[in-house]
């Protein structure tokens, strides 16, 4: 069966102030995963990382409603190894200060857990995307204007103190308008991306099954072709050039599949 509420995965703080704690969070409408590090002294996500994605993975299979991190760890120098990684998989993800990664528990905890949750809300009512969205796009293929080519890291990035929902919301407003053309999108290379019929996606990496806590059809798909039936060129999700006579499939995460 799949759970109508979202997970809220909080992970890296110290083992210790986890130990010590037998507070755990729990807030309606939300789950909850609580993953802490292996060092009892300070918070790590290097040591857990791979189970930090795991849990989200498993929860993408029996959920709709998408996952959030709720990072914290004290090496701070780490940190764009994991919103690499992140990105790569379009997921959300957030980080609490620090100070609060051996803190666990303590009201200041809990208090920046409450704020953090309440701005997730938001983030959910205003910028998680639908099936018409912009967002579902792949970043990787679809060559927006200038104006709008950083929307998807805006929603993905967006935090108290850095942007705003609202201005966020704006932008994707304005992707909208300047790349939809009828009932496709079309982007500066005048390529179409056409919803296409849903086929062929059975099996893939639970990761791949969301975007942005959007919980995509099995089989969503782009079909892409020239606006003028021109030879185009695409890249695949590792970068690698591909040319198309006609068209091609890619999925929300810039996986190309078939085309001639």
Do not use: C
Not at 16 to 28: F, L, T
């Amino acid at each position: 069966m799949k759970r109508d509420a979202p997970l809220a995965v909080v992970a890296g703080v110290s083992l210790g102030s986890y130990r010590r704690s037998k507070w755990r969070p729990a807030r309606s409408g939300w789950h909850f995963h609580v993953l802490p590090g292996h060092q009892p002294a300070h918070g790590s996500l290097s040591d857990i990382w791979k189970r930090v994605l795991d849990d989200g993975d498993k929860w993408a299979e029996s959920s709709n409603s998408g996952v959030h991190f709720l990072l914290a760890h004290d090496q701070g120098d780490e940190r764009p190894k994991f919103r690499r990684e992140l990105r790569r998989r379009s997921l959300r993800a957030v980080w609490l200060d620090k100070p609060f990664s051996t803190q666990y528990g303590s009201s200041n905890f809990r208090e920046a857990l409450n704020r953090l949750l309440e701005f997730e809300e938001r983030w959910r009512q205003r910028l998680r995307p639908e099936l018409n969205s912009p967002l579902l796009l792949p970043e990787s293929a679809f060559t927006a204007r200038a104006s709008v080519q950083d929307t998807w890291r805006r929603v993905q990035d967006v935090a108290v103190g850095q942007d705003s929902i609202d201005a966020v919301g704006e932008s994707v407003q304005r992707f909208a308008r300047e790349h939809r053309k009828h009932s496709a999108w079309m982007d500066t290379r005048r390529l179409l991306f056409d919803r296409g019929p849903l086929h062929g996606e059975h099996g893939l990496s639970s990761w791949r099954k969301q975007k942005l806590g959007f919980s995509l059809p099995n089989g969503f798909h782009f079909d892409v072709k020239h606006d003028r039936k021109t030879r185009f060129r695409l890249p695949d999700q590792d970068g690698t050039q591909r040319e198309f006579n006609l068209y091609t499939n890619v999925d929300p995460h810039g996986f190309l599949r078939g085309g001639e």
